[in-house]
């Protein structure tokens, strides 16, 4: 689909060259013979000079077509990537419970158990995780956490943060040059 997209900018590019070019020789022409008449002067130099002036215009051309096809791969690219962390954001909040509980008991063991603290916990995860907390001996505060999923953990010297979406952004921030080396070489 993106080679399409590409080969499909490249011709429009080729022709609107051509197109460019074919003007910029009538043009010459025109040039050229005005001064012929005119002024007597070398009907090749005022020839060679039109065409360079269609050539760097040409080029100028191509150079713009390159970089608007560029940001585009580039922003294809993007919104690969972003919709593969998107799905890695729906599993993290996933409904299936199992590996709801075995996933939030194991985020649970970076807590520690010496500190006087408390836990609060999203809405959407507050039975499953205080239930796990209250196993571990944390305490589990009653106000709930504003967040898609997960936890915070609060002390006088500790916190933690295992909010759903700050772990997707830790995820992405660690993966973000390898899983684009891999998708795209």
Do not use: C
């Amino acid at each position: 689909m993106l080679e399409d997209i590409l080969q499909s900018i490249q011709k429009k590019a080729d022709d609107k060259a051509s197109e460019i070019i074919a003007q910029a020789k009538t043009e010459a022409g025109k040039i050229s013979k005005r001064y012929e008449d005119k002024m007597g002067v070398d009907r090749e130099a005022l020839l060679e000079k039109a065409e360079q002036k269609a050539e760097n215009k040409v080029s100028q051309t191509k150079f713009r077509i390159h970089s608007r096809i560029q940001t585009e791969i580039l922003k294809k690219k993007k919104e690969i990537i972003d919709a593969l962390y998107l799905e890695v954001k729906e599993t993290l909040a996933g409904d299936n419970e199992k590996e709801q509980k075995a996933f939030w008991k194991l985020v649970l063991e970076n807590v520690p158990n010496d500190e006087k603290g408390e836990l609060k916990i999203s809405e959407r995860d507050y039975s499953l995780i205080a239930k796990l907390a209250k196993e571990k001996g944390i305490k589990v505060a009653k106000d709930k956490l504003d967040a898609t999923g997960g936890f915070q953990f609060e002390s006088k010297t500790i916190d933690l943060d295992y909010r759903i979406e700050t772990i997707l952004k830790s995820i992405e921030k660690e993966t973000n040059i390898e899983v684009a080396k891999i998708l795209f070489g």
